[in-house]
């Protein structure tokens, strides 16, 4: 049998095989950020295609943090009921789940919160100002605030948290020198652009206490000017490791990072188009040990097994293929290898645009 389906453990957390579910946005909240039946049915479904371990979509952690429309929310205690049903049902249909806890930062949308969007420095587009300066109070209530978001999934039953600190949410602006340009502490060298990510970190361990799996979601670069680059990306997962983080996501690129933004565009029509951030993934191997999940363009069961058999990856990471083939993972065992039939056109967001949550357009077509 292939290393893929190898039973492993990140931390206490013990998985069937190493193919994740990477969090994409469902657009399948209600519109205040509370699960539903419809979002539970998507995660039941992918625990029953066989994967390993489904990550939600992101979960705002304060209101101001929502980034767009039926965005799951996980900034109130009230949530949490109807959230253990959800991971009930997950653990019933023999999955495992980890809740994906977000704040959208410069980029959030006010005209759905109704609030100001803040972040590490003032953003500006052509229109002018689209977020203001976090004060350092503000720095440490959003820290607690991943603290208690924390604390809530641990009491919904999730089988843990990540942290998103990648494409350009507010974790990912922090660390990033295009986004931050502050001259107080949490700004200018490397340490001072982590120091936010660190104390949501600890603050998520007050909470949740060392045995519950915290894992993190970062870029391996920014791809633009002035951007994170391989070797800070590689200085914050040591210091993340040291820290005691049980698992690191590899994605890349922020909204102003043109072709190299997280969702790419584009048929990949081959293994060698596939994997977009192999070489940061190798480079990560050979400095860090804690346990690298790995997203990006992987389509291929061939492609799939290169990394894990090679080391470049311990974990490999799916979104877009398992919105077309939420049973992906099982035709791959059952020994059908034929290339995932997702075509990357990104046309299963317009649904979720539209209020009917997100899913395979041209499938569902055909």
């Known amino acids: 049998m292939s290393k893929l389906f190898d039973t492993t453990?990140?931390?206490?957390?013990?998985?069937?095989?190493?193919?994740?579910?990477?969090?994409?946005?469902?657009?399948?909240?209600?519109?205040?950020g509370a699960p539903t039946q419809k979002l539970m049915n998507l995660m039941v479904r992918l625990a029953e295609g066989g994967v390993g371990l489904i990550i939600t979509g992101h979960a705002?952690?304060?209101?101001e943090g929502q980034a767009g429309p039926w965005q799951l929310?996980?900034?109130?205690?009230?949530?949490?009921?109807?959230?253990?049903?959800?991971?009930?049902a997950v653990h019933d249909a023999g999955g495992k789940i980890v809740m994906q806890i977000a704040h959208a930062g410069c980029h959030a949308n006010t005209e759905l919160s109704g609030l100001e969007a803040l972040g590490p420095s003032v953003v500006t587009d052509e229109k002018g100002p689209?977020?203001?300066?976090?004060?350092?109070?503000?720095?440490?209530r959003l820290s607690r605030a991943f603290g208690e978001a924390a604390l809530r999934a641990l009491r919904a039953g999730f089988d843990g948290v990540q942290m998103h600190a990648a494409h350009g949410y507010l974790?990912?602006?922090?660390?990033?020198?295009?986004?931050?340009q502050r001259s107080d502490r949490y700004g200018g060298s490397l340490e001072n652009r982590m120091r936010f990510v660190m104390e949501a970190y600890r603050e998520i361990r007050q909470k949740v206490g060392p045995q519950f799996p915290v894992l993190i979601k970062m870029n391996s670069e920014d791809f633009v000017d002035r951007g994170l680059t391989v070797d800070e990306m590689l200085e914050a997962a040591t210091a993340l490791e040291q820290a005691g983080i049980d698992a690191v996501e590899l994605s890349g690129g922020t909204m102003y990072s043109g072709k190299y933004v997280a969702v790419r565009r584009g048929r990949l029509k081959n293994r060698e188009d596939e994997v977009?951030?192999?070489?940061?993934?190798?480079?990560?191997?050979?400095?860090?040990?804690?346990p690298l999940?790995?997203?990006?363009?992987?389509?291929?069961?061939e492609v799939a097994e290169h990394l894990v058999n090679e080391d470049i990856a311990d974990y490999i990471s799916l979104a877009r293929p398992l919105i077309r083939e939420p049973d992906l993972v099982n035709r791959w065992k059952s020994g059908d290898r034929a290339r995932a039939t997702c075509q990357?056109?990104?046309?299963?967001?317009?649904?979720?645009?539209q209020g009917e949550g997100i899913y395979c357009v041209t499938a569902a077509k055909g």
Not at 60 to 63: A, D, I, Q
Not at 130 to 140: K, L, V, Y
Not at 171 to 180: A, C, D, E, G, R
């Open 130 to 140: 689209i977020c203001r300066e976090m004060s350092p109070e503000e720095i440490d």
């Open 60 to 63: 705002y952690v304060s209101p």
């Open 9 to 32: 453990s990140i931390g206490t957390m013990t998985l069937a095989n190493r193919f994740v579910r990477s969090a994409t946005w469902e657009g399948m909240a209600a519109k205040d």
């Open 73 to 88: 929310g996980i900034h109130r205690d009230d949530f949490v009921e109807d959230l253990q049903e959800l991971t009930n």
């Open 276 to 290: 977009y951030y192999l070489e940061a993934a190798r480079q990560y191997k050979a400095r860090v040990k804690t």
């Open 344 to 353: 990357s056109d990104n046309l299963c967001f317009k649904p979720a645009m």
């Open 171 to 180: 974790l990912s602006q922090f660390l990033s020198p295009f986004y931050n």
């Open 293 to 301: 999940m790995l997203v990006g363009g992987i389509r291929s069961l």
